[in-house]
């Protein structure tokens, strides 16, 4: 049996960080984990192919070699969907599809031949199984929540890891917080479930025998879900794994209840982890209580951010303008609150109702959700909510609010801030040629070319005087800068 396994493209959007990958000459963030995964879970006599659309075509000869595709991905990559599926059937392929955008809405895909919904340790088996004796079904799901303890290595040799920017691995499933617009706990439940350390090393080994020496990134939706298995299991395990090696930095996404746990964040230090993403969304009361963001309530949200930046995290922040609660001056209050805090990569996005949250089942019932659905990616613009506030409004505060973070000025006066505050990691990155090529294309395209020339410099000096062992974060941000900046001016467009 020859099988393709294929990753639909994402439209351009802040998380692509396509334009700052360009500096580093790859084409993409990271290969599908979730399609590596499952391709480790097919049986070990099949021939398998990966095609992932951000990095190659779908080509004719790929369809010519294949007998069946598999088919993956999210809500925001459901029109490069149907265009593959197409593809493939006009190939004259089978087709089976899994991941979130199927599991949330397969019904849209009726020229798909077998759904293998929800969880692949559940799904996958018993289709397999029923496809051997030519009875598969064309729907198989499973709403539990598996044990994860024996999910397989992917197969990392699938992809050309050399056009990727980073890695990625899970250590997690589920989030113990309930916030009424995220479907992560629709997917994946309230109780996290982990793998054991075993597992995450021999994914890491994996890794490094194949040369990768750059950034993972664990794709938990929150990683301290289990405090106390990090503590005693896995971060111990990860300090001892980068002994003797080069040096391998982490980043994840974790809950702001980080910033109340010293001694996790002592550890995650000493492991590598150098970078979190977490979920502020608002600096407004009203809308975290509206939105079931407990976890963020009663908290002075800028010094915590600036606890975990003495820590020794770069905080990248979530930030979501459109609740009900929200009122005009929500979008200076944003403004503000992320130039004070020294978030420097603040992802703000309008709100939208995924299917499956409660924000979805409650706006159904207010009769509430626009026609078009959701895009899935809440930085477009657009939302499948009428709000509150009006769209007119809601969407001219938007662009204001990108104009102003993402100016030049703006962006490089909160970097400064954050490069203030942000306590040197303790995992030294080995600088590679392409770091080199990157550092020498910011300095013509940033420096010299760009309109942003005063701001860049001024922050590459300031850095090289007053914080020189951060130079090379610096020159992250600031190629991430560019990225952000030129997505938020096609958004405004």
């Known amino acids: 049996m020859n099988v393709l396994l294929i990753y639909p493209e994402c439209p ?36 398998k192919r ?27 990559q459901r029109e490069s969907a149907h265009a593959a599926i197409a593809k493939c059937k006009k190939a004259g392929l089978t087709v089976v599809a ?15 031949d077998h759904f293998v919904l929800n969880e692949a340790e559940m799904t996958l088996q018993p289709f397999l199984d029923d496809l051997a004796r030519g009875e598969a079904n064309r729907v198989y799901e499973d709403k539990s929540f598996p044990p994860i303890e024996k999910t397989p290595v992917p ?35 309230h109780r996290p479930r982990t793998k054991t350390s075993a597992q995450i090393i021999a994914e890491l080994d994996a890794l490094y025998a194949r040369g990768w020496r750059s950034s993972v990134f664990f794709v938990d939706d929150n990683f301290i879900g289990k405090k106390r298995d990090l503590k005693t299991d896995l971060l111990p ?30 550890l995650m230090h000493k492991a590598g982890f150098h970078m979190v993403f977490i979920g502020i969304e608002t600096p407004d009361a009203a809308s975290l209580a509206e939105c079931n963001k407990r976890q963020n309530c009663g908290r002075d949200l800028v010094a915590d ?90 969407s001219e505060g938007y662009r204001r609010l990108l104009l102003n973070i993402y100016s030049p000025k703006q962006y490089y ?8 505050e942000y306590k040197t990691p303790r995992i030294k990155q080995r600088i590679q040629w392409a770091d080199i090529k990157a550092f020498l294309r ?11 020339r005063f701001h860049y410099w001024h922050m590459i000096l300031w850095t090289f005087f007053r914080r020189p062992e951060l130079l090379s974060y610096a020159v992250a941000l600031a190629i991430c800068g560019h990225h952000l900046r030129r997505t938020a001016m096609d958004h405004v467009k």
């Open 237 to 266: 395990a990860l300090i001892e794994w980068q002994k003797g090696k080069s040096g391998i930095p982490f980043f994840t996404e974790v809950s702001i209840d980080l910033a109340d746990d010293d001694e996790l964040m002592s």
């Open 12 to 47: 351009e959007t802040f998380w692509s960080f396509k334009h700052a990958l360009r500096f580093l000459s790859k084409r993409a963030g990271s290969p599908p984990l979730g399609l590596l995964t499952v391709a480790a879970m097919l049986p070990k006599e099949w021939n």
């Open 305 to 394: 951010v600036k606890k975990m930046q003495r820590a020794g995290f770069q905080v990248q922040g979530g930030f979501i303008v459109g609740f009900d609660s929200d009122t005009p001056s929500i979008f200076q209050r944003q403004i503000d609150f992320i130039q004070k805090s020294g978030v420097v990569m603040a992802m703000v996005g309008i709100l939208q109702a995924l299917p499956g949250t409660e924000l979805y089942r409650r706006l159904q019932k207010e009769g509430r959700l626009a026609v078009q659905p959701t895009t899935g990616d809440n930085v477009d613009g657009t939302t499948n909510i009428v709000p509150r506030m009006g769209m007119e409004r809601l």
């Open 98 to 112: 899994g991941g979130p955008l199927f599991t949330m809405g397969h019904e849209e895909f009726p020229e798909v």
């Open 442 to 452: 910011s300095n013509v395209r940033l420096g010299i070319l760009g309109r942003e």
């Open 413 to 420: 006066r909160r970097t400064i801030t954050f490069l203030r």
């Open 155 to 189: 197969l990392w040799e699938l992809a050309d890891l050399d056009r990727y920017g980073w890695m990625s691995v899970q250590y997690s499933r589920g989030c113990p917080h309930r916030c009424d617009f995220c479907n992560v706990t629709t997917l994946f439940g």
């Open 50 to 76: 990966l095609v992932d659309l951000h990095v190659q075509k779908l080509r004719p000869t790929d369809l010519e070699w294949a007998d069946m595709a598999f088919v993956s991905g999210m809500i925001i």
